[in-house]
């Protein structure tokens, strides 16, 4: 009794050499019958079947993955072993051996005609596993391919694509319908199958500016473990921040690189342990190409290919590489969202800044202005700067606690700087030039969250505020925090005041009422009552008082 197989999923590289030839531009190069057959099994030349009509390879897949269908790609690949026991008139019988996806090799494995059409395990020395191979156009080499079951008993079938025998099922099947362009096939050496699927492949087209979710036909996300830093499975139905991904252009059609926001890290096909997904520092392309075998309401998934053509695999636990293509390595991609470099607050933003930067790719940055002012670092240069009122570098503080800068016209990559702008936020674009934020006057650059405080000397802007904390904070990627190493301030002042364009801004103060009983400070900082005669400043502006 027969044995159906189930499959899994490698294509070999296989070479040949026989004459070919060309095809309309839609169409692979087609090989003549003649340069392939092979006396015994086991022959060291291969090809695939081309349906003229349909325009795709016949492969295997069905409900048990044994029985013969059509795809834009294929796993099985065959050669016609001749089989001269048997005979028909006017026809060569052959056995169809193959190898690929479906067949092990161990056992000789044939597409057989029993049952439509199915591929089996069995001996190749039954009828139902014969065909003959008639050619029916010399100009293009197409072939008609007859089980030899019914040219035994003077009924002519063929192998094609039929609709109408089952209309729930359509697909491969031997037929005595009238040959068409659906019962015509091209033979296709290993070679040519390989350069036709690289030019017809459909690649995914992402977009750098925005978050992705990948969710396998078999309906798992795939997420960052944050202990393990390994990919696992999300088995629930929604996604979370950890299942969200950027993908960055490699610069060659297809290929990104796919980083995690949650961990500051790439997605490799290099891991530990050994097949299991990983994230590393270091970004690698990986291919992203359409499976138009599994298409639901009209979206296509696609395959995850990594450096070593092997395929992002996940079920319900974690996820690996294999070289297996099935329901758990078909991913729907989703947009999640726009992406921007500022929502990157709990990571070093090294890693993607350099990948943009080596890529040439552009990405947002927002910042928000807080009472009209902002303490920042652009990982890109700034020419256009009309967004804002002013953009100052902070060049120094008073012994009256009053911040001097000094107008820029624009903003420089990795310089940090102090913007002041009527509206509560602005995003800048560019292609990340630095990967490190330096220092500028008193100004300190970060790209990566950075713990400070707990001392007198470093202030950071909250709240449109220039002010030193008593305890330890973190401040954000793309801030710049002031550090005031030689401080007159000897009254220490938790706040500072900006003297801009000689308009001088006292922004302690948020509030816009009016207190009759608010303190006053001389230009020494020192508080002063009402008795006091000259400059002070209070309600954070300078007034003179007599």
């Known amino acids: 009794m027969k044995k159906f197989l189930f499959f899994k999923t490698a294509l070999a590289a296989l070479m040949f050499t026989g004459a070919t030839q060309a095809m309309a531009d839609n169409m692979p190069t087609a090989s003549i019958l003649s340069d392939l057959v092979a006396q015994s099994a086991k022959n060291t030349e291969y090809y695939y079947y081309y349906n003229v009509g349909k325009k795709m390879f016949l492969t295997a897949g069905g409900a048990w993955n044994t029985q013969a269908i059509l795809s834009h790609t294929s796993s099985v690949y065959f050669t016609p072993v001749t089989q001269n026991t048997y005979t028909a008139d006017g026809y060569t019988v052959y056995a169809l051996w193959g190898e690929g996806a479906l067949f092990t090799t161990t056992s000789d494995t044939y597409i057989g005609s029993g049952f439509n059409a199915v591929f089996t395990n069995g001996s190749g020395k039954g009828e139902a596993e014969y065909w003959a191979i008639k050619e029916v156009d010399t100009n293009n080499h197409y072939y008609a391919i007859i089980p030899y079951a019914g040219l035994k008993d003077n009924k002519t079938y063929y192998l094609g694509y039929d609709e109408t025998t089952n209309s729930s099922y359509p697909g491969v099947y031997w037929t005595a319908t009238e040959l068409s362009d659906n019962e015509k096939w091209i033979l296709v050496s290993a070679t040519d199958y390989k350069t036709f699927i690289s030019s017809q492949e459909t690649v995914f087209s992402a977009d750098s500016k925005k978050y992705y979710t990948f969710k396998t036909t078999g309906g798992y996300y795939a ?10 499975i999300n088995a629930s139905s929604s996604s979370d921040d950890a299942a969200k991904y950027v993908l960055i252009s490699s610069g060659t059609k297809g290929y990104y690189y796919i980083y995690e926001p949650t961990l500051g890290k790439f997605l490799t096909e290099n891991s530990e342990p050994s097949g299991q997904w990983s994230y590393s520092d270091n970004a690698t392309a990986i291919k992203i190409v359409q499976n138009q075998t599994e298409i639901s309401g009209g979206t296509s998934p696609y395959y995850l290919i990594g450096d070593n053509n092997m395929n992002a695999n996940g079920d319900k636990g974690l996820l690996t590489w294999t070289d297996e293509k099935d329901k758990n390595s078909s991913w729907y991609i989703t947009e999640a969202g726009d992406f921007k470099l500022s929502d990157l607050t709990s990571v070093d933003n090294k890693n993607i800044l350099n990948t943009l930067k080596e890529a040439n790719v552009e990405a947002d940055l927002e910042v928000t202005l807080k009472n009209g002012y902002a303490s920042v670092v652009l990982p890109f240069d700034v020419t256009n700067i009309s967004s804002l009122e002013k953009v100052y570098k902070v060049t120094s503080v008073s012994s009256e606690n009053m911040v001097y800068g000094e107008e820029l016209t624009s903003i420089t990559a990795g310089e940090p700087v102090l913007l002041k702008g009527s509206s509560s936020s602005v995003t800048f674009s560019g292609v990340p030039s630095v990967s490190k934020a330096s220092e500028s006057g ?41 550090t005031v190493t030689e401080t007159s301030n000897d009254n220490n002042a938790k706040t500072l005041i900006f003297s801009l364009d000689d308009e001088t801004t006292g922004i302690s103060s948020v509030e816009n009422t009016i207190d009759t009983d608010a303190p006053a400070f001389n230009l020494a900082g020192q508080k002063v009552n009402n008795s006091y005669n000259g400059i002070v400043v209070k309600h954070g502006k300078k007034m003179l008082t007599k």
């Open 223 to 232: 997420t960052a473990d944050t202990t393990t830093k390994a990919g696992k």
């Open 442 to 482: 008193l100004l300190t650059g970060i790209f990566a969250p950075t713990e400070l405080g707990d001392n007198t000397t470093t202030y950071m802007m909250t709240g449109g505020i220039y002010k030193y904390y008593s305890r330890t904070v973190t401040l954000k990627p793309y801030r710049a925090y002031m």
